[in-house]
C-alpha cells in the first residue's frame, strides 16, 4: 500500500484558514480518488470531502461546504485541502485517504478507502 504523508496542520483562530497536503510518501498515489476525513476527541471518524483523481469530480460534507475546497495537483500528485472560515467545531486531527474509485456516495464512506495518513492536527480556537 501505498503511504500518505498530510501537513499544514496546526492552531488557528476562529474565521482563519489552513490548507492541508497530503502526498505519497514514494511515487504516485495510485488511486482513483483521494479523500479528506476527521476525527475528533471521543467521536467518530467523519467525511469531509473528496474528489475524483481523473475527473476532477468533487464530493463535501454539509458541515464545509463553501468553507473548504479539495484539489489536487496530478503533476505533483498532491492533494490539498483548503479550509477557510474555521470553527472551533472543526478542531480535530484531519487523515488523508486513498481509494480505488471515487463516487458521490461512495466516497463518503472510510470504508471504501485502502490507503490512510497517519493524520494532522487542527485546532482552531474561539
Known amino acids: 500500500q501505498v503511504q500518505l504523508v498530510e501537513s499544514g496542520g496546526g492552531l488557528v483562530q476562529a474565521g482563519g484558514s489552513l490548507r492541508l497536503s497530503c502526498a505519497a510518501s514514494?511515487?504516485?498515489?495510485?488511486?482513483?480518488?483521494m479523500g479528506w476525513f476527521r476525527q475528533a476527541p471521543d467521536k467518530e471518524r467523519e467525511f469531509v470531502a473528496a474528489?475524483?483523481?481523473?475527473?476532477?469530480?468533487?464530493s463535501y460534507a454539509d458541515s464545509v461546504k463553501g468553507r473548504f475546497t479539495i484539489s489536487r495537483d496530478k503533476a505533483k500528485n498532491i492533494v490539498y485541502l483548503q479550509m477557510n472560515s474555521l470553527k472551533p467545531d472543526d478542531t480535530a486531527v484531519y487523515y488523508c485517504?486513498?481509494?480505488?474509485?471515487?463516487?458521490?456516495?461512495?466516497?463518503?464512506?472510510?470504508?471504501?478507502?485502502?490507503?490512510w495518513g497517519q493524520g494532522t492536527q487542527v485546532t482552531v480556537s474561539s
Open positions: 514514494e511515487g504516485t498515489f495510485g488511486s482513483a480518488a
Open positions: 485517504a486513498g481509494g480505488q474509485s471515487y463516487g458521490p456516495v461512495w466516497s463518503l464512506d472510510s470504508r471504501n478507502y485502502n490507503s
Open positions: 474528489i475524483g483523481w481523473g475527473s476532477g469530480r468533487t
